[in-house]
């Protein structure tokens, strides 16, 4: 937790090997990230890292389906459509399986990124301010969903938030100023 600019983003992006670390190192399922070349780290990040951005980014032609299964396909992970039928039946939202993502609500697209961070099983899940654009009961709707499908899956949740309603849906926190 901590304020805008506070290095929140720059932390999580570090721990993603989105940036490497000027010093230091970054190690998930005992690999050192930041040594792994570009293409490994793409794929070592595919395979067992869940991304939860600020704003989902998708691909805006593809389907919500589609969106889910290019991240298998990115992850080497085989293209299992029950599985993305599955994830999105727990997450509520099965009947957008075959909707283009920019047709869905704000919250239908956090749940499929939602999606998308577990339907390869990560060790890892982070999540970068998941909560920022929504309401009060959403938010509420997505820590939850977030929580437990990080505990169905058996993955670590890392969350990053300035949003003070989130201080007391986790106990494991790290204040940054």
Do not use: C, W, Y
């Not at 593809?62 to 727990?90: C, G, H, S």
């Not at 919250?107 to 961070?117: F, H, N, T």
């Amino acid at each position: 937790m901590g304020q805008s600019g506070s290095g929140k983003t720059t932390f999580l992006h570090l721990m993603a090997g989105l940036l490497t670390p000027l010093s230091g190192k970054v190690m998930i399922k005992d690999v050192d990230f930041g040594k792994l070349k570009t293409h490994a780290r793409d794929k070592f990040r595919g395979k067992n890292i869940g991304m939860i951005f600020q704003k989902p980014h998708f691909v805006r032609a593809l389907t919500v389906e589609e969106n889910l299964m290019l991240a298998q396909k990115f992850a080497d992970a085989k293209q299992d459509k029950n599985a993305i039928r599955q994830i999105l039946t727990v997450l509520g939202i099965e009947a957008k399986m075959q909707s283009k993502t920019e047709h869905l609500s704000q919250g239908e697209q956090q749940r499929v990124a939602i999606a998308r961070a577990v339907i390869n099983h990560p060790a890892v899940i982070f999540a970068d301010e998941p909560t920022s654009a929504l309401d009060d009961h959403n938010t509420v709707q997505v820590i939850e969903l977030l929580k437990r499908q990080a505990n169905d899956i058996g993955a670590s949740l890392v969350v990053v938030t300035h949003d003070n309603r989130l201080k007391e849906a986790f106990e494991q926190k790290i204040v940054l100023s």
